[in-house]
């Protein structure tokens, strides 16, 4: 290793994600934290991206290159020339295809150090391209290391950072009041959902459960804030249970701190989940949690600590745990406030940015 490599890093971040969710969100507060302890921090996205906007509007140094697929060659060279000629310390993916991309761009131009960041716990399907030998890994949780290391990368090569929030988009934001807008009464629970509208993020179970609560408590009101493949599929099964009035879909939402702020419950029924992001937002906004004890949940929700976990695909205990907290508003009140110690303690930007920091001096034997 080189003996001249500077205290100050120059990393290049690659994300080919071309709609926003919660590691685009990540890749924008670990840019920003970098930036802030001094480093030298460039992201690669799609062009007109929402991360590509964000960045900007943060004025973060950002640019855009057109990646088509896992395997674009022209991108890859691209970012190989850049490498090249810009000597960079780190080449940072933070998407499966990013990840392929990254590997290809290496045959035009290498950083000294590759990393690749993982934040979902599916079962990897292409040991090839985990087998590189001089590839590092950052793992979101332990459950995510695990899945590495069973798809057959070396513990040695792992090092487990986990996802953080800005409070302060929480704590300066200004909250408006929604609940009018969806025809809720003041005096409703309601139990939120924040995700994507995929089968891995289990809100079937959440409305199968919403269909066993509203019999035993009619004020109860539902809703699940986000976009995806299955809100037709999701809708249907709502209206197939009779929870029109009880279940309302909002679709895609940029005002999330004044969403949560509507929300007496957070339910997060994901059967396969990295760390799961939404789950520190509603922390962030003192919200007392539902949620499974998939992947890395249970290193982010305690049980009966900050929220209540239950086996996953199961919307029996998902109506159980749920109903338990709407009859009980001190206990609400307690594991929310639990809650948001615990994001204060554990997932905050600069927390990130630290350990993502030492992370790279040690993968680039830096003492």
């Known amino acids: 290793m080189q003996k001249n490599l500077r205290l100050k890093l120059k990393i290049l971040h690659v994300d080919t994600e071309k709609t926003w969710r919660g590691g685009e969100q990540q890749v924008l507060y670990l840019a920003k934290g970098l930036k802030d302890r001094g480093h030298e921090s460039r992201i690669l996205c799609q062009p007109n991206s929402p991360l590509f906007e964000r960045a900007k509007a943060e004025k973060l140094w950002v640019d855009e290159v057109k990646m088509r697929s896992e395997f674009d060659l022209l991108a890859a060279w691209r970012i190989g020339k850049l490498l090249r000629q810009e000597d960079y310390d780190i080449l940072h993916t933070h998407t499966s295809h990013a990840h392929s991309i990254g590997l290809l761009a290496r045959f035009f131009g290498k950083a000294k150090v590759m990393v690749v960041s993982r934040r979902v716990d599916f079962p990897i399907r292409s040991r090839f391209k985990y087998n590189a030998s001089d590839v590092h890994y950052i793992a979101v949780s332990e459950a995510v290391k695990r899945v590495l290391i069973k798809g057959g990368v070396s513990a040695q090569k792992i090092e487990i950072v986990r996802s953080c929030i800005d409070l302060e988009r929480f704590d300066k934001a200004e909250i408006r009041d929604v609940r009018t807008g969806w025809d809720i009464s003041k005096d409703a629970v309601v139990i939120g959902n924040i995700a994507h509208m995929a089968d891995h993020k289990g809100q079937i179970y959440l409305i199968r459960a919403a269909d066993i609560i509203k019999r035993r408590w ?150």
């Open 218 to 367: 009619p004020n109860v009101r539902f809703v699940i804030v986000g976009d995806g493949e299955l809100r037709g599929e999701l809708e249907a099964e709502a209206r197939k249970l009779a929870l029109d009035g009880v279940m309302i879909f909002a679709g895609f939402r940029k005002d999330i701190p004044s969403i949560l702020a509507s929300f007496d419950i957070f339910a997060f029924p994901s059967h396969l989940e990295g760390l799961g992001t939404s789950l520190l937002d509603a922390m962030a906004m003192k919200k007392p949690i539902v949620s499974t004890t998939a992947g890395g949940i249970p290193e982010v929700v305690e049980d009966c600590v900050n929220g209540i976990l239950v086996p996953p695909k199961d919307h029996k205990s998902l109506a159980t745990a749920i109903i338990r907290l709407v009859e009980d508003d001190a206990l609400r009140f307690r594991y929310g406030n639990a809650g948001r110690r615990i994001v204060e303690e554990r997932f905050t930007v600069d927390r990130m940015a630290e350990k993502t920091e030492a992370v790279y001096k040690k993968f680039l034997s830096i003492p």
